[in-house]
């Protein structure tokens, strides 16, 4: 079975962007592919967070992947510090890793301008990370945006780099996996954009009906059309797409035609919005009290995740290990 691997960044809680832009294609993915998801919590390290905070994003963002669906039994989903043999390759790959290459890399000059005081080597090399995270589990294919596609060259070029190096073809080289054209672009409901956590604009899956109810009605939207079939202004479109995501065809059908006819009441709208997204979440919301609250069930579930990831990176570091030369 091919190998499909993914880092979640632990960034606090997860939104509707997240989910149908992301989460629901790697809970399909489970199962078709041997998946291994990894928190990724040595890669945030680059910000120097808390320790509270990393434990508590770590526990969070663990839950709700598990509030969406993905299945401990299935997938093998870890926190990447559970596993010490990534910082075993992530050494092996840094000592084949050129200052002048991992300089160029777009992402680090962009941390690099974001936080000026702080440009360590772990903001420099976190493609050899990136790429020891990949190859460690030898991962066919990783589920990446366009922001990610230059560091998943360098996870290529330094598996063709090992395997020239040692004249072997050990590591195959890791493509990038387009999620399918089910996941959809979700807009944000303050008049144009993408959702997003630093957009300010998200709507959370852990948010309370009230707080839903909240952030919609607070949605950009305008006086209406005046002229029958005109077309949807930016802050109107993604209003409507966000009931294409959530809501029933004939909801959608139902406000589209309000709209033609120039008959349209946004406040209408908006109730039924919240509400179909509230209908949509509730379930998933349940889930991620009741997880959460089951500290020894998140622990069983970080453990058994950490001994599957182990025995397969375990594996990877023997054979490397010994094609480097260390050993008998
Ligand atoms: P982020 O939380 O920004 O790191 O996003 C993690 C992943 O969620 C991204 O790589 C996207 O695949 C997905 N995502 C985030 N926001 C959106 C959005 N508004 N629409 C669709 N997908 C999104």
């Not at 190859?135 to 990446?144: D, E, F, G, T």
């Not at 852990?206 to 949605?219: L, W, Y």
Request: glycine share 6%; aromatic share 10%.
């Amino acid at each position: 079975m091919e190998i499909v691997l993914s880092g979640i960044r632990p960034t606090g809680n997860l939104h509707l962007g997240n989910y149908f832009g992301a989460v629901q294609s790697f809970v399909q993915l489970q199962h078709d592919y041997k998946c291994f998801f990894f928190i990724a919590d040595w890669h945030s390290l680059t910000t120097h967070p808390k320790p509270e905070n990393i434990r508590r994003s770590v526990k969070t963002i663990l839950a709700e992947y598990l509030a969406c669906g993905i299945d401990p039994e299935k997938a093998t989903i870890y926190v990447q510090s559970d596993v010490p043999e990534v910082l075993e390759l992530y050494l092996y790959i840094n000592m084949n890793a050129y200052l002048g290459e991992l300089q160029r890399v777009t992402s680090f000059k962009d941390k690099a301008r974001q936080q000026p005081d702080n440009i360590n080597a772990g903001l420099l090399t976190y493609p050899s990370l990136m790429a020891a995270d990949i190859l460690i589990h030898k991962a066919n294919y990783v589920p990446v945006g366009k922001d990610q596609e230059q560091n998943m060259e360098m996870a290529r070029r330094f598996a063709r780099r090992f395997n020239m190096m040692y004249g072997t073809e050990y590591f195959i080289e890791p493509a990038s996996f387009h999620l399918s054209e089910k996941a959809v672009k979700v807009p944000g409901l303050d008049g144009s954009g993408k959702m997003g956590k630093s957009e300010g604009n998200a709507i959370y899956l852990a948010d309370d009906e009230q707080t839903i109810k909240k952030k919609v009605m607070k949605a950009v939207s305008d006086s209406g059309p005046t002229e029958p079939d005109s077309p949807k202004p930016e802050p109107i479109a993604n209003l409507f797409s966000m009931l294409e995501i959530v809501s029933a065809k004939s909801t959608y059908d139902y406000f589209n035609e309000k709209y033609n006819r120039c008959e349209i009441r946004y406040g209408d709208l908006k109730k039924q919005l919240a509400e179909d997204i509230n209908k949509f979440c509730s379930p998933i919301r349940e889930r991620i009290i009741e997880i959460s609250s089951d500290e020894a069930y998140l622990n069983r579930v970080a453990r058994a995740g950490a001994e599957k990831a182990s025995e397969s990176a375990a594996a990877t570091i023997r054979e490397v290990r010994s094609i480097i030369g260390f050993g008998a």
